[in-house]
């Protein structure tokens, strides 16, 4: 499975935007790649995912490097609520299984 | 909420006593997960179904065992608990892989082994 590679932790601060980075130089052609984040004391949240073009939806939006061995995932006006672990994941085209890495750590300060 | 359901939330169990626990969905998909989560480790696969009665072993798989007799259901079950089996438990479904949709995951059941 090919490899992600995220900072272990950014800050930031509330109402501004978070640009959240994620390497995967050894990405294949059908690897699509997601993101979830996991809030205080629940379950993974399904984010966002892409292939290959940008993406946007009502809760971020993720920007696909042309070479594809990078990504970014923005938070275009980031609240408290925001504050996470988000994990950048490389999920082939019918792979049954999503393996998780150590992910990042957002604060986001008041 | 997304139609996953964990239970128990938290259980506290002995050393050496069987555990079970449930997940159920109300989405009909085919895709089932379960995953731990440990302070260090992340999130870690044990066990998966992709349909009735078909089950793999996940990368932390030694210790448990799953079932999946319908659709709605994948039971979890710890043969004998053991101390290092304390953990949070998360259980996830999937559509169809191919369609590189995202996974829905429950609230957890958080255990502790005594």
């Known amino acids: 499975d090919a490899k992600t590679t995220q900072p272990n932790s950014m800050e930031s601060n509330e109402e501004e935007p978070v640009h959240l980075p994620c390497n995967h130089s050894?990405?294949?052609?059908?690897?699509?790649i997601h993101w979830y984040r996991q809030l205080p004391s629940q379950g993974p949240e399904y984010v966002i995912h892409?292939?290959?073009s940008n993406v946007n939806n009502r809760m971020a939006s993720l920007a696909i490097a042309e070479d594809r061995k990078s990504s970014t995932l923005i938070l275009h006006r980031a609240t408290l609520r925001d504050a996470a672990v988000y994990y950048c994941?490389?999920?082939?085209?019918?792979?049954?299984?999503?393996?998780f890495g150590q992910g990042t750590r957002l604060t986001i300060n008041p | 909420d997304a139609g996953i359901t964990q239970s128990p939330r938290h259980k506290v169990t002995e050393t050496g006593t069987p555990v079970t626990l449930r997940c159920h969905q109300t989405?009909?998909?085919?895709?089932m997960y379960w995953y731990r989560q440990d302070p260090g480790h992340g999130l870690r696969l044990i066990h998966y179904?992709?349909?009735?009665?078909?089950?793999d072993k996940g990368e932390v798989s030694d210790g448990y065992s799953v079932s999946r007799s319908k659709t709605e259901d994948f039971l979890l079950t710890l043969e004998s608990a053991t101390s290092s089996q304390t953990s949070v438990y998360f259980c996830?479904?999937?559509?169809?892989?191919?369609?590189?949709?995202?996974?829905?995951f429950g609230s957890g059941t958080r255990l502790t082994v005594v």
């Open positions: 996830a479904i999937s559509q169809e892989p191919a369609t590189g949709e995202g996974y829905t």
């Open positions: 050894t990405i294949s052609g059908t690897d699509y």
């Open positions: 892409g292939l290959t």
């Open positions: 994941i490389l999920r082939r085209q019918g792979a049954q299984k999503l393996v």
């Open positions: 989405e009909n998909h085919r895709y």
């Open positions: 179904s992709y349909g009735v009665k078909d089950t």
